[in-house]
Every structure is written in C-alpha cells, then in structure tokens.
C-alpha cells in the first residue's frame, strides 16, 4: 500500500478514488499546499515518504525530480480538453495495474491514455 499526496492539478475526486483502491491518499488543498509551488509539493512529498501523483508534467523533468529520491512520480497526461471522468479514469488504469504501482519507489510513471511508462523501466 502506498500513500499518494494528490496534486492540485488533478480533480478533487482524486483522493477518494485512490482510496478506494487501497492506498492513502492526502490531497495538497486538505493540508494548506493547494497554492504551493512545485518545489514545495515536491518537498512535501519527499519529506514525508509520500509518492506524488499529479498532472503537471513538470514533475516528470528527471533532472530537477531524480524519481531516485521520491517514493514514486506519477505524472497522468491525459488527452487534450480531458474531461474529469477521463481523468479519473486514467488514474484508475494505473492503479488497476499492480506491478507498475509495486515498482513505484524511485521511478516516474508516466500514465497517458492506453499506455503506461515507467522509467527507469521495471
């Protein structure tokens, strides 16, 4: 079980539905980061041993967040104009896909639609 910190980035159903697969789960509006910088939430996340989950594809420059030094980078590119469902959908798709989430502990996986990448590779 991982505990995800949550992104504002992406809907704020997100937490729940992590959750209801089994892992924790923290949004960053819940505990007063919702406005803070990548730096900060990446901090937050490294800190506290939390795997970071967001939309922002910035979190998936290995240079300024080696996946090295985080319990897991989940970045989730969804199509252009994505609804939230969509979304909340490919979320779902990663989570319903146990190796990946196993293997997550210093890696940056990459969750866009019908593909999953995961670097460095399992």
């Given at each position: 079980?991982?505990?995800?910190?949550?992104?504002?980035?992406?809907?704020?159903?997100?937490?729940?539905?992590?959750?209801?697969?089994?892992?924790?789960?923290?949004?960053?509006?819940?505990?007063?980061?919702?406005?803070?910088?990548?730096?900060?939430?990446?901090?937050?996340?490294?800190?506290?041993?939390?795997?970071?989950?967001s939309g922002n594809r910035d979190f998936g420059d290995v240079?300024?967040?080696?996946?090295?030094?985080?319990?897991g980078l989940v970045v989730v590119e969804p199509p252009r104009?994505?609804?939230r469902a969509i979304i909340l959908k490919l979320i779902e798709?990663?989570?319903?896909?146990?190796?990946?989430?196993?293997?997550?502990?210093?890696?940056?996986?990459?969750?866009?639609?019908?593909?999953?990448?995961?670097?460095?590779?399992?």
């Open positions: 079980m991982f505990h995800f910190l949550v992104d504002a980035s992406l809907p704020g159903t997100t937490a729940a539905l992590i959750q209801a697969n089994g892992h924790g789960a923290t949004d960053v509006r819940a505990i007063g980061l919702g406005t803070a910088t990548d730096d900060e939430i990446a901090s937050h996340a490294r800190a506290n041993g939390l795997t970071l989950i240079l300024r967040y080696p996946p090295a030094d985080y319990n104009k994505a609804t798709q990663f989570l319903n896909t146990p190796d990946v989430v196993a293997a997550l502990p210093g890696r940056l996986v990459i969750v866009a639609p019908g593909r999953i990448r995961v670097r460095p590779p399992i």
